[in-house]
């Protein structure tokens, strides 16, 4: 939950079934009362027609609380941590690096390394799109070692090199939502 259209559709929701709640970070929703098995399957019904779904299993809890921080870090901040993007996210939710890793990599079949260059190159496609940055600045903002850096990384991702992907006329870019899934 971490776009403004999930928190409008989960509120509505909540909001239909007369439930009090506190919109917490990182798509956690606190309601206020108990809730009836009925308006349970209700808000499931309602979340799923949205596209949604009603997450109560800790680990997948977990598992979209990383996609939502690294989400948040990379598309929704002006300025990439300083720290190191496995140090800023085990602060961030309190957990032990090395557990969360290896959870992510069991879940999704993929690391929260490859997770992170998937977003990073999505955001630079979208930075490129706009063509408010040359690709030395968008190298900086996006924390690069080197504008050859971002641009084998972009080209093991997309096949195109960021040139070659600014002259088309098809610029193709997934939602936040596709990414990585």
């Known amino acids: 939950m971490i776009s403004n259209r999930c928190k409008l559709a989960v509120k509505e ?3 239909k ?19 009836t098995t009925e308006q349970l ?17 800790k680990k997948a809890i977990l598992i979209e609380k990383i996609k939502n921080v690294i989400t948040e870090m990379i598309h929704h901040t ?27 990599t069991e879940v999704k079949g993929i690391n929260i390394r490859q997770f992170i260059i998937v977003h990073k190159i999505e955001r630079v496609k979208e930075l490129l799109f706009y063509e408010e940055l040359n690709l030395t600045e968008i190298s900086f903002k996006m924390h690069y070692s080197s504008v050859a850096h971002l ?8 096949g195109l090199t960021p040139s ?7 610029k193709s870019r ?6 990585g899934k």
């Open 13 to 15: 929701e909540l909001t």
């Open 17 to 35: 079934l007369g439930l009090h709640f506190v919109v917490a970070d990182l798509g956690e929703v606190e309601i206020m009362e108990e809730i």
């Open 41 to 57: 399957r209700l808000l499931q019904l309602g979340l799923n027609s949205s596209g949604l779904e009603l997450m109560d299993d």
């Open 78 to 104: 002006d300025e990439l941590p300083k720290v190191n993007f496995s140090d800023y996210i085990s602060e961030k939710l309190d957990y032990d690096y090395t557990y969360l890793s290896n959870l992510f």
């Open 151 to 158: 641009s084998n990384q972009f080209k093991k991702v997309t």
């Open 164 to 170: 070659a992907y600014k002259k088309l006329k098809d």
């Open 174 to 179: 997934n939602t936040i939502e596709e990414i």
